[in-house]
């Protein structure tokens, strides 16, 4: 069966409840937007795509310090939902919606952008390369982009640690159809360094996203509490080995 791009139709609350609401998805907005404070200048108004945005919490942060912010779902729910959060923080004015694909949106004449974000986007995409190609048809010269992906070699840890061989001996790191939450192209970071290579944009700044946490047992995560696991992963992020064996990999790199 052919790989299709997959969208999450019909599933914003389940994405809320697994995701968004609980430490993991408060890790990798912590450590995101932590390096992307460190990286970029954000004091000035910036035009930004958040491109497979989601339930919009980057868009929300980007647009309270005052950018100009281009919100992309193609799902319809989590469209719907982001802007019900967004209007309830009194911040549409700096919103645009939009509910294309990245293909749809990059075929349109619209302004490039200064900034993109695409995170846990890539990894959802048949065709990862071509997609970042897509991205860099948007974005301006000397503009930003900001993707977050699942990482292959996290996948494969996981398994190995609950003696899941036969996954790995299958190559069944990655999921074909459109159930679950298995990526469909969960990728190598030294796969992902080398389109970037290719495609001549600088890498400014490369973090692993959540270095500990998903490997910690569930009874020290019940006992933990959550600002002494950031002060951790913000350590750990950016230190051999625990970066290249993160859950998810952190790239900002700027167009040429």
């Not at 065709?127 to 900001?146: E, F, N, R, V």
């Not at 933990?224 to 350590?235: I, T, Y």
């Amino acid at each position: 069966m052919k790989k299709q791009d997959r969208i999450f139709n019909g599933l914003a609350q389940r994405f809320n409840h697994r995701i968004y609401s609980n430490p993991k998805g408060k890790i990798r907005l912590a450590i995101t937007q932590d390096d992307l404070q460190q990286t970029l200048d954000l004091s000035q108004p910036l035009n930004v795509l958040d491109m497979g945005a989601g339930l919009g919490q980057m868009s929300c942060w980007l647009a309270q310090q005052g950018h100009k912010v281009t919100l992309c779902e193609p799902a319809d729910d989590m469209l719907s939902e982001a802007k019900q959060m967004l209007d309830a923080e009194g911040l549409s004015d700096h919103v645009l919606y939009r509910n294309d694909t990245l293909q749809t949106l990059s075929q349109t004449d619209i302004e490039p952008f200064d900034l993109i974000i695409f995170h846990a986007v890539l990894e959802w995409m048949a065709d990862p390369q071509q997609a970042i190609a897509d991205l860099l048809t948007l974005l301006k010269p000397k503009g930003y982009l900001s993707i977050m992906f699942y990482n292959h070699h996290s996948a494969v840890m996981r398994s190995l640690m609950v003696a899941d061989f036969k996954r790995i001996k299958n190559n069944y790191i990655a999921a074909m159809g459109n159930k679950g939450f298995t990526p469909i192209s969960p990728l190598e970071p030294a796969q992902v360094k080398a389109w970037f290579d290719k495609f001549g944009v600088e890498i400014l700044n490369w973090s692993g996203v959540r270095a500990f946490y998903d490997y910690m047992h569930p009874q020290a995560r019940e006992k933990v509490k959550l600002n002494d696991v950031l002060e951790m992963e913000r350590k750990y992020s950016k230190i051999e080995p625990w970066q290249s064996l993160a859950r998810y990999q952190h790239v900002i790199t700027q167009r040429a």
